[in-house]
């Protein structure tokens, strides 16, 4: 399975608070789309990027909301 096909099954299980601890979504491709303005590989924009380290388990699965709807949005 590729990694993008497990990000957006990683990002509807935490999504939907399945599981723990919430996990980075960080695949170390770490290439910016200029248009979309997000990582090609995490989804996230810079703004989340940056605050990721500081944002609590709540705040980690809203992004990880809109991950998975920006993927749903955005198939490759």
């Known amino acids: ?7 957006r099954k990683q990002a509807r299980r935490v999504a939907a ?3 723990g601890d919430v996990p980075s979504p960080c695949l170390s491709v770490c290439r910016m789309d200029g248009q979309a303005e997000f990582c090609l ?10 605050a990721w380290g ?9 992004v990880w909301a809109l991950l ?3 993927m749903e949005e955005n198939p490759t």
């Open 1 to 7: 399975m590729a990694g993008s096909d497990l990000l």
């Open 17 to 19: 608070g399945l599981g």
């Open 41 to 50: 590989g995490c989804w996230r924009t810079l703004d989340e990027i940056a």
């Open 54 to 62: 500081r944002m609590g388990d709540d705040e980690k699965r809203k």
């Open 68 to 70: 998975a709807r920006r």
